[in-house]
């Protein structure tokens, strides 16, 4: 939803049009206001509706109520975990290289989406 499908390497729509539970459509309608959750409700799931414009007005929702933000904060705390996991097993002599190289560059994608996002709901704050 929020990249390009060559970007992404897969239809970034088909969330929207399946009406998929994802975790950043379910933040933005938890978070979100009156008027946010009734547009979510009708074109999430509902590919008639998807048009350019609403594409971006449901951008715009995501960034709004920081559905974007608590994802991504989400993110970065499991990758941390992740990490800290890898070190306990480094130190029992495994070779941990290449997993924790595959754990930085999976957090590149995220600076786009923080760069973009309101200062009040930015992942450190």
Not at 18 to 39: H, V, W
Not at 62 to 84: D, H, Y
Not at 116 to 122: D, Y
Request: hydrophobic share 40%; net charge neutral.
């Amino acid at each position: 939803i929020l990249q390009t499908d060559q970007e992404f390497g897969k239809d970034c729509m088909a969330d929207a049009r399946n009406g998929s539970k994802i975790p950043l459509a379910i933040l933005a309608r938890k978070l979100g206001t009156n008027e946010q959750k009734d547009f979510l409700d009708l074109v999430w799931g509902h590919g008639d509706k998807l048009t350019p414009e609403n594409m971006e007005k449901l951008k715009q929702i995501f960034r709004e109520t920081g559905a974007i933000q608590l994802v991504v904060k989400r993110i970065s705390q499991e990758v941390q975990n992740a990490k800290n996991g890898l070190q306990k097993i480094q130190r029992a002599g495994f070779d941990t290289s290449v997993l924790n190289y595959l754990l930085d560059i999976g957090l590149v994608w995220m600076d786009d989406l923080n760069s973009s996002a309101p200062q009040s709901f930015a992942p450190n704050s």
